[in-house]
Structures are given as C-alpha cells and as structure tokens.
C-alpha cells in the first residue's frame, strides 16, 4: 500500500523558513518511474503546484516561487524534504506531497497519483 | 507557463443529472491532462489522467475527453457521493491546476 505523509510545524513566523518532511512507503524513491511533488492550497482556495523531484535527483520548481524554495530527497530514509525561506501570512494553507507516476513507454510525463493527508501551515506572528 | 481555465466555477445539480466541466489550457498540452475530486478536509483523489483513462477503483460514471486545449469531464448520472470539488491539471510543461469547479446540490 502506497502512503504519505506530510510533516513540520504548524505554526511560522512571518520571515522565518518553513521545512516541510514528506515520509513515503509502499514504493521507493528510487523508482526510475516516480517522483514526488508538494502541492499547497490556501484555506478557501485552489491547489497550487510547488515543486518536483525525480528518481535521479533532477528537480523542478514553480516559476513564481523558485527563488524561496528547495526540494531534496533522503532515499535511505524515504524521505523528500521541502524548504520554503521568507514565509509571509499569505503562504498559510495546507501543504501536501503527492506521488507522481508515469508511463512505461515514452514520452513520459508524470502525474499525480497517491496524495498524503496534507499538514496545515499558519503564518502568523 | 501554462494556464489552466475551468467552466463554470460552481454548478448546481440533483442526483441523477449528467454533469460536465470543462477545462481548457492556454496552449496545447496534448492529452497530458488530469482530473481530481476534492472533498472539504480531504486530499485530492485522481479520477482520470491522460484526459481520459479511467483510475483503477473510479467508477466507471466519470469519463474524460479532449485533447490539445479543450478537455471535459463527465459524471453521466450524478451520485450523491460526488458532491465535491473538481481540478483538472496539465502536466505536459511542469505541473498546473485549474481553479476548480463545485458541484453542488440543486
């Protein structure tokens, strides 16, 4: 059974850096065939993408928030880590990661297929 | 980037209507197109991707359609386990939402 979960503080202070832990089990991130992605959506609001790692380490991040963002995997501990710096009121919402899945023959292309249950970040001083 | 645009934002209807949302990309994307069931409080659920392969465990009511632009999903007889939020989302150039569509009840 495919499984994530997210975790890191509930709560941040405005300028301070959120780190965000998502732990996987039921595959490996060393799949050549999956990847993990992060996914926020403020209260009230639609889903946004944030930021995807491959099995080989690649990475890529949201256009508008690639300056604050960093993501890495530990795959002994299967474990992908997000970092978010400058955190403002805004960037409250429920952050989650995902599984990203893709064919067996090319072009691939990855998509979402197991969510974790998300973790709630508030920004607030 | 590419931008994702779904119709209508919210749509009201009874147990046993067909249902359509459309959603449309700013630039082709072939068929790298997703579709997600959102319920208050839960995670998104993946329905449909490759805009119209069915995830294994949906049923069989939701379909998907389109290629390019232009994509649409269908509930052909509306449940009242349905009533919740749908995204669709391209993932032909990195990853993107629409806004969502709720489906409410009439």
């Known amino acids: 059974q495919v499984t994530l979960k997210e975790s890191g503080p509930v709560l941040v202070k405005p300028t301070e850096t959120l780190t965000l832990t998502c732990t996987v089990s039921?595959?490996?991130?060393?799949?050549?065939?999956?990847?993990v992605s992060w996914i926020r959506q403020p209260p009230g609001k639609a889903l946004e993408w944030l930021a995807h790692i491959f099995s080989n380490d690649e990475k890529s991040y949201s256009t508008s928030l690639k300056s604050r963002l960093t993501i890495s995997k530990d795959t002994s501990k299967s474990q992908v880590v997000l970092t978010m710096t400058n955190m403002d009121p805004v960037d409250t919402a429920t952050y989650y990661c995902?599984?990203?899945?893709?064919?067996?023959?090319?072009?691939?292309?990855?998509?979402?297929?197991?969510w974790g249950k998300g973790t709630t970040v508030t920004v607030s001083s | 980037d590419i931008q994702m645009t779904q119709s209508p934002s919210t749509l009201s209807a009874s147990v046993g209507d067909r249902v359509t949302i459309t959603c449309r990309a700013s630039q082709s994307i072939s068929s790298w197109l997703a579709w997600y069931q959102q319920k208050p409080g839960k995670a998104p659920k993946l329905l449909i991707y490759?805009?119209?392969s069915l995830e294994s465990g949906v049923p069989s009511r939701f379909s998907g359609s389109g290629s390019g632009t232009e994509f649409t999903l269908t509930i052909s007889s509306l449940q009242p386990d349905d009533f919740a939020t749908y995204y669709c989302q391209q993932y032909n150039s990195r990853w993107t939402f629409g806004q969502g569509t709720k489906v409410e009840i009439k």
């Open positions: 995902a599984r990203s899945v893709r064919g067996v023959i090319p072009p691939y292309y990855y998509y979402m297929d197991v």
């Open positions: 490759k805009a119209s």
């Open positions: 039921g595959f490996s991130l060393s799949n050549a065939r999956m990847g």
